[in-house]
């Protein structure tokens, strides 16, 4: 006789801080983890990035190239290269070990908001206020974009990257995913300025962060709303939304100094004791509210970015000019991370 497997435990939300890394970079505009979670960037208004490990709380090294503030980052998937966009309309590509820009790529009419590279850190893709998304060649010298996405009517306040897709949102209001693979782009309007989107683990789903203080998950091929998920503030500043490292929470930057996680989709239990969906996911008349499992107080100011750990309960959260690095509850700040 076969017994059922034993449910798998809820994953523990961050609730305790572990670390706080004093980063001496003015404001922090953006705090990313790397590929594997061991190291992250620190983008600064002071025309800094910064490189550290923040499980010890250690600055690494400092990278200098930028004319203006540092907007965002991003590693490659092998930690040797780094990509960065700033408010000087560029995107510039670092070797991380010498500290030096290998190359900067000038094409952007405004500042960069959003860098990424794809998965074989062959081509960065940039997403600015022009209300373009420029893809750049890392392996060429070719000064231009290899593709130039132009089908925003506003600026482009965020990019993501799965293995065939590139999901944008700008202050049109528009989520776009282009596939490509077929060569298809789709479109789901949301209404209210995009600020921030993120594919879930399963690459299922879409979830859209945006200035009606509004967090809303989207079924990826049909475009359909989910769920929708309030009670932070979010009006005026560009804040990042994220799913925790089991696609169980969603979570989002708040402009009241919180960070707040919600339950991805209510479940109970369905006849014959098993887990039943809720009714409201079979035919919504109206998308379901996430509960909200998580209110974390982090500071007095804006909190500016978030950055959600790929395996572990750890998030990165950067309000001011500090980030701090949060664990579960019953994690040992003496343990290793791993």
Known sequence: MAFPRPRPARPELPRQRVQTLQCGQGAVRAARFNADGNYCLTCGSDKTLKLWNPHKGTALRTYQGHGYEVLDAAGSFDNSQICSGGADKAVALWDVTTGQVVRKYR????????????????????????????????????????????????????????AHEILTGSVDGRVRRYDLRSGQLCSDYIGSPITSVCFSKDGQCVLAASLDSTLRLLDKDTGELLGEYTGHRSTTYRLDCVLNEQDTHVGCASEDGHVYFWDLLEVREGPGGGLGTLPALAEPPCPPQGSLALSLPVGQGVVQSLAFHPRLSCLLVATQGQVTLWREDTFQPQGDPD
Do not use: M, Y
Request: glycine content about 8%; proline content about 4%.
């Open 107 to 162: 094409g952007h009419a405004g500042k960069v908001n959003c860098v990424q590279f794809n998965e074989e850190a062959t081509v960065i893709v940039s997403g600015s206020i022009d209300s373009t998304v420029r893809c750049w060649d890392c392996r060429s010298r070719r000064p231009d974009p290899i593709q130039v996405l132009d089908e925003a009517k506003d600026g482009i306040s965020s990019v993501k990257l799965s």
